[in-house]
């Protein structure tokens, strides 16, 4: 026989009331589309259709949401991804742009699959921040914008604002226009394991994968936009798109889309951050042409063999690299055992001329190693290298990892294609310690020109001494090893 206490009937009816209100926890989460902790994508309650989250084994199926003509909008609480993990905008054919916005005030990590339906746009606000994993992957036919400003403003005056959401937002059918930030925007950071860019002959051949690079992000074009960048062995990638990163603390950004990319207005902008690349980090817009790359930041480091690289393999013009910084640009170390240094890379293989590469601050500095070269492997000539700076223009030092790898400017034919033009403008030039300016033919093409502006001073000094008898002195020159016909 058994017999129960008061105590005893006290604890079943209380175990009776937890297991009950587990089982409604898990209900609602089946009924609302709440995921468990590891992958944390919750919608909110603030679009006139709410969006809804289907769970699977490893995938979770974005449905729903609000649409509006081409726009389709997503609101969330919380958007995660774990690593391995899915996530899939199930958006109609007529969706043209998916505008998702994270309002719950907690960083996006993604370390899983972003995808998207067909060739449509994917926008992505979280004013709170987001980082982008090793494991990170973007599997969209369209553009993609990640940003940390608090709104996205539209052409009609509408603003779908992620700080302060509306109980029911107005939304409209017009195409975005700008980005405003403010002193809530966050910071992006985009982590992975780093290129591995390597030539086989050093200044005569292409830089190559020297081994399969598995993860980055890449998509039509791509365009990031945050208080503060940074790239710890990030890739990112377009398909011969453009790449835009713009690091702004405060302001309003026009978003002007064109077949290219998002063409980011950002001449009006006071307040910038900084943007930061390490650990062979890799921005690369290659392709049949080549896209453009962008960068506006207040100080612009890249370090560790880390690189902006567009490669022309087809037989339409380039797009350009423009880096610019309101205090300072400083580019500098190499990779171990190659001459891959810091900084940015342009090269054409056939007909298409190469893409240009344009830098501008106050300072520029290339140190122990950093690079910006142009060649030319084909028949297209290769791009112009034109760098402005208001204060100076600072050359010197060779890698640590590498005594071979000096600090250079340097435009290279190969082939038959014409070495671009090297224009330097600044106060003060200086080059010491086996740095090198210089544009060299050593096909059956003339190189290019080269032309300093320095009002003040040229300094010309140093070498790189590895040893007694194999030294590297500082260079300022052009240099032709081939014949060509004569120019008209």
């Known amino acids: 026989m058994f017999t129960f206490r008061k105590a005893d009937v006290l604890l079943s009816l209380a175990l009776r009331r937890v297991i009950l209100l587990l089982h409604g926890a898990i209900a609602a989460s ?54 391995n993990g899915e996530a899939i905008f199930s958006n109609p054919e007529t969706v043209n742009q998916i505008v998702t916005r994270v309002t719950g005030g907690k960083r996006s990590d993604i370390d899983g699959v972003l995808r998207a339906n067909g060739s449509a746009d994917l926008i992505f606000i979280n004013p709170a921040g987001i980082h982008f994993g090793v494991n990170a992957r973007l599997e969209i036919g369209g553009a ?91 890739i990112v990638r377009s398909s011969g798109g453009a790449i835009e990163l713009a690091s702004v603390r405060r302001g309003t ?11 980011l207005g950002t001449g009006a902008i006071a307040d910038y951050g900084d943007v930061t690349l390490t650990r062979r980090a890799l921005v690369d817009s290659s392709g049949a042409p080549s896209g453009s790359i962008r960068v506006v930041a207040r100080r612009l480091n890249a370090e560790d063999g880390s690189v902006f690289l567009a490669q022309n393999r087809g037989s339409e013009a380039s797009g350009a690299i423009a880096l610019h910084a309101a205090e300072a640009i400083r580019l500098s170390g190499s990779i171990a055992g190659d001459n891959i240094g810091s900084g940015a890379i342009s090269e054409t293989f056939a007909t298409g001329s190469g893409a240009d590469i344009s830098l501008s601050s ?59 033009a090297i224009d330097l403008i600044s106060p003060r030039l200086s080059l010491s310690d086996g740095a090198v300016i210089s544009s060299i033919a050593r096909g059956s093409a003339s190189s290019g020109a080269l032309r300093i502006h320095a009002s003040e001073k040229i300094s010309i000094n140093g070498f790189s001494g590895f040893n007694r008898n194999n030294f590297q002195p500082s260079i300022l020159g052009s240099s032709t090893f081939g014949e060509f016909p004569e120019s008209d």
């Open 30 to 83: 089946v009924c609302y589309g709440v995921l468990p902790t590891a992958a944390q994508i919750i919608p909110d309650s603030t679009l006139p259709n709410p969006s809804r989250v289907v769970t699977g084994d490893r995938a979770v199926e974005i449905e729903g949401g609000t649409q509006r003509g081409g726009n389709l909008f997503h609101s969330f609480a919380e958007f995660s991804i774990p690593t």
């Open 144 to 234: 993609f914008l990640g940003t940390t400003a608090r709104s996205l403003e539209f052409a009609d005056g509408t603003s779908f604002d992620a700080v302060n959401p509306q109980e029911r937002p107005l939304l409209t059918v017009n195409a975005p226009i700008g980005l405003n930030l403010g002193v809530e925007s966050g910071n992006i950071e985009i982590d992975g394991s780093g290129h591995q860019l390597a030539r086989v002959v050093p200044g005569m051949s292409p830089a190559i994968e020297g081994a399969v690079t598995e993860g980055g992000l890449r998509a039509r074009s791509l365009a990031f936009v945050g208080s503060e960048i940074a790239l710890s062995g990030g």
């Open 253 to 263: 950004i026009a978003l002007n889309p064109d077949a290219t990319g998002w063409n």
């Open 362 to 420: 106050p300072i520029v500095q290339l140190v122990d190693g950093g690079k910006i070269e142009s060649f030319s492997f084909g028949s297209g000539s290769g791009g112009a290298i034109e760098i402005v700076a208001s204060q100076q223009i600072d050359l010197f030092g060779t890698s640590p990892l590498n005594p071979l790898a000096t600090s250079r400017v340097m435009t290279i034919s190969a082939d038959m294609g014409i070495a671009g």
